[in-house]
């Protein structure tokens, strides 16, 4: 696959999107992909990304059924989506550290 870093479950929901009707909801569902798409992205890759390069894989996974590269609508920051990542590392190691504690 091109773009490893977004998983399975991406491809998943682009296609669910792209199946329903022109709504809000859709709107929502599409921002809501492209928005876990940036936190993946960051993940795997960079510090920072543009909302541009998560619009345009977004538009080239969705095989142009989603096209939301003019939006003036913006992604979560990257600065937020990074800091609630080490917030969910520290609660998993946390919570590891205290169920080893339980065992001994």
């Known amino acids: 696959p091109k773009y490893r870093f977004y998983g399975n479950n991406i491809k998943i929901m682009i296609v669910a999107a792209s199946s329903w009707d022109e709504s809000e909801m859709k709107n929502a ?17 960079k510090d920072t ?20 590269r003019d939006t003036e609508n913006q992604l979560t920051e990257s600065s937020q989506l990074l800091k609630m990542q080490r917030k969910t590392n520290n609660y998993k190691k946390h919570k590891k550290n205290n169920r080893n504690r339980k065992r001994y």
């Open 29 to 45: 569902l599409v921002f809501t992909i492209a928005n876990h798409m940036k936190k993946s992205f960051l993940c795997w890759n």
């Open 49 to 68: 990304v543009e909302d541009k390069v998560i619009f345009d894989h977004l538009y080239e996974l969705s095989n142009g059924k989603i096209d939301i």
